[in-house]
């Protein structure tokens, strides 16, 4: 019997023979950390910092953090870095929290768009806010490597963008995963 490796590798076979073993790393699955209840379809917010807030509001009344103005603060000192607004139609607000216990995932819809200063120069219409604990990069690395493939997916943005509800806008990702 062979023994395998974590990635690309070789084990050693029964009878001496080698044995190439690639074993595909388990994606992380955003429909394990978004529920219904951090999805907002209809953002009301039209400029980032009023997202921010709005955003924020969604972690608070899911009981994940209890600090607004420290996360509000963390948003914006991320943002002050370099704009999180980094693909068409896109941004990623994201910071380090002490209270944050693992990784903390809402998403945002607007139907008119936010003015954003997107490295794009367009309106934002989905907005996905990371919050993840001081110390552990791991997770927040791993939702931003998914984040990326499924919204590089032709036509998952519009989809996404156009989704009534939050039980839609779970469908439509976990139709990718």
Known sequence: MARTLNSVGEGLGTGGLRLAVWRT????????????????????GTEKEEVFWEMVQLFVDNALISNREAAVQALLDREAKMTTGISRWLALPHGKLDEAKGLLIAMGISRRGI???????????????????????????????????????????????????PEEVLALIEAQE
């Not at 690395?141 to 499924?150: G, N, P, T």
């Open 25 to 44: 790393p388990q994606l992380m699955k955003l429909t394990e950390l978004l529920t219904p209840s951090l999805i907002k379809v209809g953002i009301e």
């Open 115 to 165: 003015e954003y200063q997107s490295l794009d120069g367009q309106p934002v219409y989905v907005v996905l806010s990371i919050f993840a604990e001081a110390g552990n990069p791991g997770p927040y690395i791993e939702a931003l490597a998914e984040v990326s493939r499924l919204f590089s997916i032709a036509g998952f943005i519009e989809k996404v963008r156009d989704a009534g509800s």
